[in-house]
Each structure stands twice: as structure tokens, then as C-alpha cells.
């Protein structure tokens, strides 16, 4: 079945995304064999390629990959300085240690830096960088003020909220960006930190009184409004929420400690189906009607359903062979492709054939140049072409 | 459809009320326009119409405001959300959403219509306002006279009875404003709505007015009519009205084709007479280049924003930056002083090259005032403000303190620059950028926001540097600004200049960027009112 172009009707669900990307999380943190974890950001890498659109949520990408190789490089930094618990008989470089009081034993500045300890710290740090990797993928491709759409009624202020917040921090950036190049215009330097400090105050005034506009415009536009509904209604409504999440709080310790286990499911369940009764009748306050919502169909079940494959399938594969999916760091030993656990990945490659194909931008372009190409498509993208 | 009853708003801790004894009835689908100077409370009456006043800005309301019957007492703005549509001054805070179709549905989900009623809605919204080509696009990637009508068509979808907005053009350029206006009159005409808007650029509006309100000073009572009575009384009007005044017609003409009927003897009395030329040619001619600009092109992000800009600025010499929205005039500034670096060709500014001069020493050659003055001020009083001019500018104390005082005469030094009004915050970041005393002065949209008498000052302000040997240089959208002051006309378009020449030359042939002036006594080359003012007292 060959996917249909991405339009609103035929966009995927961003929850769909989301378990998708959840999925390969969830692979990525049962192991530590970095030609693994390697072709898990591959496929990650791979599915965002193909299947992301212009949008500015989607540029989000590459900040993740940014940040996954700071976690790396703030690992390895830590191990080479900190010390490593692995034993190690490969010594890189022996750092001059410093003499610690008593009081701070177990706790290392400096001496021996093995091959071994930073091999470690870098599958470690790897792990992380991989779990970053896939949260921003399902960034990337699913659209969070949409996945909003999906919260039940009574969650959804709560939710407009958070969105606004999220749209703070880009613009954020933007007016730190505007006031340093002010900065210049009143013969000061724009760069280095101090610069960055003396435009803070009126960086968050004006985040201030964007809010403070942005509020009014919203309750002008009728955010807020509710339906009466009945004080009995009302006040099911809070003990429903409050007992069920009484309920769950008990159950989980239950579950936790060693003595409740016998308790501790049943009420945690009664708890959730408590609060969830709570948050169904506390949405009948709510007015709100939503547009266009979009539909969970059997593609959305397809790229879920890959996600949640990869994650069984590697669960399953950290009993049948937990070497391969865990390397010794300690001796030192190359690590090997396992088959299977490898095979089992590229199951996450399915959202690249059956999700809804971005719109192909740019067409036209005739320039041959690869990068003059990329430039005109931007250029048309941003004037006419529709951005999903 | 609006009613006032003898309203007066007093906000917080003010000792006066910020209107008073406003008392008037909008009947339904009118184009109400909502007039008056800086600061006399325009927004106030806007707001307290969607009851925002006082809801949400606090203060107290005397009176009675209701709006299709209902009393903003007693209903919240969120209540009176289905009756009333709101659109402020700046587009972009309006926004809750992320994409125009999400947006234009906004306002029908928070109101909880069905989804079939929603989806017919936005349909139709988006053919009314032209939008049907942008409905997938990031609100953030529109242009700012698309932003408007995004804008504008996210509080219709719920079918306000009553449309409110405040200064929907004053950003715009005159062809994106038209596009608005065109919306506007549509509405009023098709759908019925009432609509009442205050803005500062009559010229592009009065036309349209069924009725005005003027608010004539701070605390006076408003005074409502039809548009030439009350422009007969109204401190703020148009180049037409002036024309119309100093012309002596009546009724007097709000639009330019009004005026042309009635001004054939006044063409045939200036025939004879020639207008004095803005600017002695020789003279600027010889002067010495401030700036040198050679093919220069500046790429922003994988954008072409300027391609092969070409263009000489001497000392003495006003010149005008025209052109639409995003065709380049800011880059153009800020390549100027060094915001950008050249991907091409040269700028040269009074022999440095800004983009490799520290700001410091850049600041001896070129000034720039942003758009957003407020940008350009850290401080928190004006005295501590002009303080640390001095300091940047390595200026004898007190010489920004003595240019505020030219500028801005009787602003105390206590007062924060935040509660200074529009133009007298330009004026400050004005002096600031002077005290360097910077042989080229670059000025990115200096109108935006101010009324008539700010303006005129500006004028005076500027006028006055440029004949002290300022090379001059703004960027805008205000052609009646450009035909005042601009020795010479550049526009830009898509990052290339298609006109570059004496102001009278380029803007008497543009249809979109002549002065009325110049619309109504074509062919004759004059540019502004007070010109015309001049040659007829010479004349007698």
C-alpha cells in the first residue's frame, strides 16, 4: 500500500507518533550495544527524514541530535575526571589525583583513566543520547498542539496552557537575539555573556507583557467559558478525582512495598478507574467542541503497532541473548551485530513506507546544484507551497 | 448595537479618569471610525466595548456599556466572545494556535459549536478573506498584511455581530492596508457587522467611515458625526481634508477622487507657479558619500533578502526606503550598521566597513533607530537613560540630556521610558542614538503609532538635523512621511531596488506610493499640503 500525500485529513495521529517513538525508547534503554543503538537512531534518523514535514515543530530534529552528543560528551567528561567503577587494566592517562577528607570516601577527582571506564561511560552515554534521539523524533513528526487535541475535555485548558508556554521559549530566543543586536546599536558589544545578562531584564519584560496581551486576546475570544452544570455533578466530580488519586497513590506503594502485594493492584485499579470517571465528568464543564479532530486509522495502528513491536521484540530479545544486547565493557572486546535483536529494530522502519508522505516542496526546481535546489525549495516553501 | 451611557474609566491609581462622559450609540452595520491625538483614550473605549474594561485591565467603569443588548457589567469577555470579535494592535499576540486553519477555529471551539458547523465556517472564512491558499501555514511565516486578515478572520468564524480593532493598518504597507480595508468594507456591506475601528492613518480610512467619533483631547467628551463634519473640527485629519481647508471647499473631501472634482481651479492657480524643489541639487550633488553601498546582496537563513543593492547616500540628504512588507528595507538598515554580513558586493559607511567595525567605534559613524524604539532603552528613568548614553558614546556629560531636551522638551528626568507615549519614546531613542553624533542616522519605521502633531514634530526634528549635515535615512510605509521629508526615493522590491530618484520624480507616477497631494493635482509635482500652503501665500 503505497502512502497517501500528508494532508490534515489524512494526517497521521500524533499519539501514534508518539507510541511509535515511545517504542524505540523503550529499545533503546534495554541495551547497551552501541552498533545497536546506533542503527536504532539510523532508523529514527531515517523515518524523520522521510516523513517530516516543513513545519517548525519538525525543525526541532536536529536540537535533539545536538543534545544527545552534549549527554555523550558530558558522560565521557565526568568518567575521564570522576573516575569509573568498572575495573580497567588499559590506563589511557593518569590524571593527578585530589586528596579528599575522610568524610568523601568513594568519591574520586582524577587518578587512573582506563580504556575500559571510558568505553563505558560512551555505551552509557550512548543509551541516553539514543532515548533523546527518539523523543525527538515523535517531536519532529507529530505535532504536540494536536496531541492536545487528543486530551480529554477536562484536561484541555490545562493543555492550551502548556502549549502557550511552549510557544514562550522560541520567542523567547527571538527577543535575546533582537536586543543583543540593539545592544550594538548603542556602542556596547553584543557578544559574551555579559551581554546576555544586561538584556535579561528586558527580555522577560517584554515575555511579560506579550503574556499579559496574549491572555486578553484569549479571553476575548471566549477561553474559559464554562456550561453550568449541577453542584451534585460538581461535587462528584472533586471526589471522584480526589479518591481516585488517593486510590492510585495507595495501590502504587502497595504494589512497591513487600507486604501490600495482595492489595495493591486492585486498589490501584480502582484508583484509575476512579479518577478517569472524575476527569469524564469533569469535561462536561467544558463547552468546547473540537475541529477536525484527527482519526486513529489503520495506519496510525500500523506505526504504532511497529513501535511497540520493536520494544516487545527487544525486551524479548534482552532473555535470549542478554551478552549480545549488553557488551562487556570490562575485558575490552569488540562488540558484534547481533541478528536478530538487529532485525528486530528494523521493524521501526514501517512508519517510512505506510505514514502520510510530506508534501513534496519545491518540485520546479530546476538548479541542479544540491544546495542551490534546497535554498529555491525553502524559498518557495516559505511563499506559497501549503506546510503541513 | 453599542451603547454607551454616560461612561467614564478611571484605571488604577490615575488621578483623572483616562475617558469621561462618553455617551453614544453605534447603530448596526456601521464603519464606525474612532479618532483622536495619542493618549486620549481611544483603546480604553475599544476595550471597554469586548469588556475587557474592566474586567481584565482593572479600574473602574461608570456608566452602562452594552453591546447588542448585554451589559458588559454583568457578562465577561469571554461571555460576550460570540457578539463581540477582537482584534489589537499586534497580530502575532493575538495568535493561540500555530497554523491559519487552527486558528480561524479557535474561537468556535472555545464557543463549543458542532463540528460541521466549524468546518463550514472556516471553509467559508477562508474564501471570504482570501485565505484558502495559506490554510496549512505556520501563522509565524505569514506576512504582516496576512497576519492581519488571519487575524481579523479568527474572531468572524464565530459570527461577532460586532468587530473591534485597534490600528488594523498602521504596520502595513498601503497595498496590504488596502487589502484589509477591502475586508473591512465587505463586512459591513455583505455581512452587516458593525464595525468600529480606531486609527492613526486616516488618510487610509476615512473614506470608508460611515461615522466618526472623535475624542478631541484627554478627559473631553467625544463628538460624533458624519466624517467631513467632524474633520471640519478635528485636530487629526488627513492631507486631503488639509487640502480641503486651505482650499476653502465644502463639504470638505475625505477621499482623493472628492478632492479631484473640486480642485481644477485650484490645479489651474498653481499651473503657473513652480514647487519649491525639497532640496538645493547642487549642493548634495557635491557633498561628500556618507555611505556607499555596490552590489551589495545579503542572504538571510538560505533567503536572498537583498540582491545587487546599489545605492550612494550624502551628507545633507534625506532619503525614503519604500516597498512592501519583507521586500528588504530593514535588512538594507541593518546591513548598514553591520547586523549582517555581505554575501556579496560592498558597504563602505563613512570609510568603515560596519560588519568588521566594533560597535563602539561604529557608533561615531552610523545610528540606527529600530522599529521598536524600546529596544534601544535599558534604563529605568530617562535621566539614567541619557547617563549611559553619554557613557556608550564616550560623550561630555550631559549632551544627551541637552538633545532630549530639543527633542522632547518638558519630559522630567524621573519618568520611566516605558510610560512615555510612542512618540516621545522615539524622540529619546532618538537623542540616545545621536548623542554619538553620527555623521548618517538611519530610522526603520519611525511612524508606526504616531499621530499627527508626533508626527509633524518628527518632521520638524528631522528636517532640522538634515540640514545641520545628517545624511538621513528611513525606511516606511507612510508616503505622506516620504513626500515630506525625502530629498529621494528608493523603493525596493524583493531585495532589488526598481527605483531610485529625486522623491517627486518616483512617487507622483506610483499609484501606490504618492501622497494624496500628489493624487489630487496630478500632473502638477506637488508632494504636501504644507507646499501648496506656501505657494498660494506667495501668491497673494
Redesign the interface.
Known amino acids: 500500500m503505497s502512502a497517501p500525500q500528508a494532508t490534515r485529513t489524512t494526517a497521521l495521529h500524533a499519539g501514534a507518533w508518539w507510541l511509535w517513538a515511545l517504542g524505540l525508547a523503550t529499545a533503546a534503554s534495554r541495551t547497551t550495544n552501541p552498533l545497536l543503538l546506533g542503527l536504532l537512531v539510523g532508523v529514527a534518523g531515517y523515518v524523520v527524514a522521510v516523513r517530516r514535514t516543513d513545519a517548525p515543530w519538525a525543525r526541532s530534529y536536529g536540537a535533539f541530535v545536538k543534545l544527545g552528543l552534549l549527554v555523550i560528551g558530558i558522560r565521557l567528561v565526568f568518567a575521564f575526571v570522576l573516575g569509573s567503577p568498572i575495573p580497567g587494566s588499559h590506563t589511557l592517562v593518569t590524571l593527578p589525583e585530589v586528596p579528599l577528607p575522610d568524610w568523601a570516601e568513594g568519591v574520586r577527582i582524577g587518578g587512573r583513566v582506563t580504556a575500559e571506564g571510558m568505553l563505558f561511560a560512551l555505551y552509557d552515554g550512548l543509551k541516553l543520547a539514543a532515548l533523546l534521539i527518539c523523543v525527538g523524533a515523535a517531536n519532529a513528526l507529530a505535532n504536540p498542539s494536536r496531541l492536545l487535541k487528543s486530551l480529554p475535555g477536562a484536561l484541555y485548558e490545562a493543555g492550551v496552557a502548556v502549549v502557550v508556554a511552549m510557544t514562550f521559549a522560541p520567542n523567547l530566543v527571538a527577543d535575546v537575539q533582537r536586543l543583543r543586536a540593539a545592544r550594538r546599536l548603542r556602542g556596547r558589544p553584543d557578544r559574551g555573556f555579559k551581554a546576555l545578562l544586561q538584556v535579561g531584564l528586558p527580555v522577560l519584560e517584554g515575555a511579560l507583557e506579550r503574556s499579559v496581551a496574549l491572555a486578553a486576546a484569549m479571553d476575548a475570544r471566549g477561553y474559559g467559558r464554562s456550561a453550568r452544570v449541577p453542584r451534585a455533578v460538581r461535587h462528584t466530580t472533586s471526589a471522584l478525582t480526589l479518591g481516585g488519586l488517593l486510590g492510585v497513590c495507595a495501590g502504587t506503594y502497595g504494589l512497591l512495598g513487600d507486604t501490600g502485594a495482595g492489595y495493591g493492584l486492585p486498589l490501584l485499579l480502582a484508583g484509575l478507574a476512579a479518577a478517569l470517571a472524575g476527569l469524564w465528568l469533569g469535561g462536561r464543564r467544558s463547552v468546547r467542541t473540537r475541529y477536525r479532530p484527527e482519526r486513529w486509522g489503520p495506519r496510525a495502528c500500523l506505526v504504532a503497532g511497529s513501535g511497540i513491536a520493536v520494544a516487545a521484540l527487544t525486551i524479548w530479545a534482552g532473555g535470549y541473548a542478554p551478552a549480545a544486547l549488553h557488551p562487556p565493557a570490562f575485558p575490552l572486546t569488540a562488540p558484534v551485530l547481533p541478528l536478530w535483536p538487529a532485525a528486530s529494530l528494523l521493524v521501526g522502519l514501517l512508519p517510512a513506507v505506510v505514514a502520510p508522505a510530506p508534501a513534496p516542496a519545491g518540485a520546479t526546481a530546476p538548479a541542479a546544484d544540491p544546495a542551490t535546489t534546497r535554498a529555491t525549495r525553502t524559498a518557495k516553501t516559505a511563499q506559497k507551497e501549503p506546510s503541513q | 448595537m453599542i451603547r454607551f451611557e454616560q461612561v467614564s474609566v478611571t484605571y488604577g491609581d490615575a488621578a483623572a479618569p483616562a475617558v469621561q462622559g462618553v455617551d453614544l450609540t453605534v447603530p448596526e452595520g456601521e464603519l464606525c471610525l474612532l479618532v483622536g491625538p495619542s493618549g486620549v483614550g481611544k483603546s480604553t473605549v475599544l476595550n471597554a466595548v ?3 474594561v474592566p ?3 482593572g479600574g473602574t467603569l461608570r456608566g452602562r456599556v452594552t453591546v447588542d443588548g448585554r451589559d458588559t457589567r454583568t457578562h ?7 457578539v ?1 470579535g ?1 482584534v ?1 494592535q ?1 497580530p502575532l ?7 491559519v ?2 486558528e480561524l ?11 460541521d458547523v ?2 463550514r465556517r ?1 471553509e467559508e472564512t477562508l474564501d471570504l478573506l482570501g485565505l484558502a ?6 501563522l ?2 505569514l506576512s504582516g498584511g496576512q497576519r492581519q486578515r488571519v487575524a481579523i478572520g ?2 468572524l468564524t ?1 459570527h461577532p455581530k460586532v468587530l473591534v480593532l485597534d490600528e488594523p493598518t498602521s504596520a502595513l504597507d498601503p497595498a496590504a492596508a488596502e487589502e484589509v480595508l477591502s475586508v473591512l468594507q465587505r463586512l459591513v456591506h455583505d455581512l452587516g457587522t458593525t464595525v468600529l475601528l480606531a486609527e492613526h492613518r486616516l488618510e487610509r480610512v476615512i473614506q470608508y467611515a460611515d461615522q466618526v467619533i472623535l475624542l478631541p483631547a484627554p478627559g473631553a467628551p467625544p463628538v460624533m458625526g458624519a466624517p467631513s463634519d467632524v474633520m471640519a473640527v478635528s485636530p487629526v485629519h488627513p492631507p486631503v481634508v488639509g487640502l480641503g481647508k486651505l482650499a476653502g471647499w465644502s463639504p470638505l473631501p475625505l477621499s482623493v477622487r472628492d478632492a479631484r472634482r473640486k480642485a481644477a481651479p485650484l490645479r489651474a492657480r498653481l499651473e503657473t507657479v513652480t514647487p519649491p524643489r525639497p532640496v538645493d541639487a547642487a549642493r548634495t550633488a557635491e557633498a561628500a558619500a556618507v555611505a556607499e553601498v555596490t552590489g551589495l546582496g545579503v542572504r538571510r ?4 533578502a537583498l540582491h545587487r543593492v546599489d545605492l550612494s547616500v550624502r551628507r545633507g540628504e534625506t532619503v525614503a526606503l519604500m516597498g512592501r512588507n519583507g521586500a528588504g528595507k530593514s535588512t538594507l538598515l ?1 546591513t548598514l ?3 549582517h554580513q555581505p554575501s556579496s558586493g560592498a558597504v563602505r559607511v563613512g570609510g568603515v566597513v560596519p560588519h568588521r567595525t ?3 567605534e ?2 561615531r559613524q552610523v ?2 533607530v ?1 522599529q521598536e524604539p ?3 532603552l ?1 534604563a529605568d528613568t530617562v535621566a539614567a537613560e541619557c547617563a ?2 553619554d557613557r ?2 564616550a560623550a561630555p556629560a550631559g549632551s544627551c540630556r541637552a538633545l532630549v531636551a530639543r527633542l522632547l522638551p518638558g519630559v522630567p528626568d524621573s519618568v520611566h521610558p ?1 510610560d512615555l507615549s510612542e512618540g516621545q519614546r522615539l524622540a529619546l531613542a532618538l537623542a ?2 545621536l548623542t ?1 553624533r553620527p555623521p548618517l542616522l538611519l530610522l526603520d519605521e519611525p511612524t508606526r503609532g504616531l499621530d499627527y502633531a508626533a508626527k509633524a514634530r518628527l518632521v520638524e526634528v528631522l528636517r532640522g538635523l538634515a540640514a545641520e549635515g545628517h545624511a538621513i535615512v528611513l525606511a516606511t510605509h507612510d508616503v505622506e512621511l516620504a513626500a515630506e521629508l525625502a530629498h529621494r526615493v528608493v523603493i525596493l522590491a524583493d531585495g532589488e531596488v526598481v527605483a531610485d530618484g529625486p522623491t517627486d520624480e518616483v512617487v507622483v507616477s506610483s499609484p501606490s506610493f504618492a501622497p494624496q497631494v500628489a493624487k489630487v493635482l496630478a500632473p502638477l509635482p506637488w508632494l504636501t499640503v504644507p507646499q501648496v500652503a506656501g505657494a498660494l501665500e506667495g501668491a497673494v
Open positions: 469586548c469588556g475587557l474586567h481584565f485591565t465577561k469577555p469571554r461571555e460576550l466572545a460570540d463581540v477582537t489589537g499586534d499576540a493575538h495568535f493561540v494556535t500555530d497554523t486553519e487552527d477555529a479557535y474561537g468556535m471551539e472555545s464557543l463549543g459549536l458542532a463540528p466549524m468546518r472556516v491558499e495559506l490554510r496549512d501555514r505556520a509565524t511565516t479568527s474572531v464565530t537563513g538560505r533567503i536572498e541593518s550598521v553591520g547586523m566594533g560597535p563602539r561604529l557608533l545610528g540606527l529600530p524600546r529596544d534601544l535599558y549611559a548614553a556608550d558614546a516605558r540616545v542614538v554619538a
